[in-house]
């Protein structure tokens, strides 16, 4: 037996890079970005339309979402029933999401099976059927989501502070429409916004998988290059305003032995100089387990199981959302140390603090891409913010570059914490009077009945 004294050395990680992407362009105008990705022989492709929720008709928001949940119902003269059994024949996965940046086909399928599956991809936006039953079951079900959503505080809680966040711009109001909107929606406001907006010249196939012999872009192309559908010119995106006015919004959940909460305000979007150093600055103060926030609330007073910060952005706005839940009768002195631990970070982070936070965004990027379906989600993430596909090693590269100097500098600039929107969803008669103490600011009461 051979006994070791002394540990192997572990050498530096090395600076892993974002796979590199195949480029090209169809003669209808798509784009295409092909990713291999070793050892992925279940392919993901995503088909990206640069369509914000803008173009909604305000009176019938909603109806995005409606025509991504139809998409699939049916298409080149197959029913909803045996389009399904289409794609089960190709072991395919096949579905669209609307959101405020973007419209998006989804498609997951075997590599054998790829040249169908994508064909039948390019059915559902080239010919979809959106049959009328089909339709309104689909409207049906949005509303049972809706009033199902409602019983829940957290969803409650994040519509409320979107709203109070966001004032009069799209982002403040629900992505797929509130009951009143889509109750107003028909099948022919469906069959419009896919026929205006699904066009190829504002499409981009992004494309993933361990493709062996296969040519991705060439099998795009023979799905796709015939489509030639001309709809509306593309829609201008409107400017996105943030409340920068301090705001604490109480919805009256009654009986609730715990409170939820949402504490944020104005931060920056991806795109901007600072996101790098900010992203360090908020994994010391609530991006991490070990964060301050979390260490107050959870480890230090035992109020919550765990609270955290996120960055959350879009191609116009981002924001700096705190989120937990707490003990009931602890939510006027959570909400007091958040936005305490929030303004006392200003200028107080720690070379130990950044190191940690640097090593943890950097030396572990490679996890999060090990599946085909993360790589093309983060680039339709990236694209539908206006950025570029190769924005993952620029990021990485900056993050390297953080020092605490950085990370205080820009922290201070953007985090102002007497202008934070507060919202909390408990009980109502014990919280009217401890949240009006705590003197943040005026407390506006929404009822359950306005959620």
Known sequence: MTTQLTPPVVRPADNWKFPEAAEDQLSNGIR???????????IAASLLFDIPLDVEPPDKEGVAAMAARCLSQGAAGRSAEEFADALALCGADLGATASHDAF??????????????????????????????EFEHERQLRLQEIEQASAYPQHVAGEQL???????????????????????????????YARDHLQPVTATMIIAGDFGNVDPIAQVAQAFEAWRHIGRPATARKSVEISDSPQVVLIDWPDSPQSTLRVAGRAVTRDDARWQALFVAN??????????????????????????????????????????????????????????????????LTDDEVATAVRAATESAALGFERAEAVTSRVEMLLAQGLPPDHVDYNLARLREVTTEAANTAYTNVVEADQLTVVVVGEGDKLREPLASWGYATVREVSPKQR
């Open 32 to 42: 295409v970005l092909a990713y291999q990705c070793p050892g992925q022989y279940v």
């Open 104 to 133: 998006t086909v989804h498609l997951s399928t075997p590599v054998p099976h790829l040249d169908k599956a994508l064909r039948l991809m390019a059915d559902v936006v080239e010919s979809p059927a959106f049959d009328q039953q």
């Open 162 to 192: 979107n709203a109070a966040l966001f004032g009069d711009s799209r982002a403040a109001r629900p992505t797929g429409g509130s009951a009143e909107t889509v109750e107003a929606i028909e099948r022919d406001d469906v069959v419009t």
């Open 283 to 348: 994994h010391a103060v609530g991006g991490s387990f070990s964060s301050r926030i979390n260490t107050v609330l959870r480890e230090e007073k035992g109020v919550t199981y765990g609270a955290s910060s996120a960055l959350e952005t879009s191609r116009r706005s981002g924001v700096l959302n705190v989120s937990t839940a707490v003990r009931a009768d602890a939510t006027a002195e959570a909400v007091a140390d958040i936005v305490e631990i929030l303004t006392a970070a200003t200028g107080t």
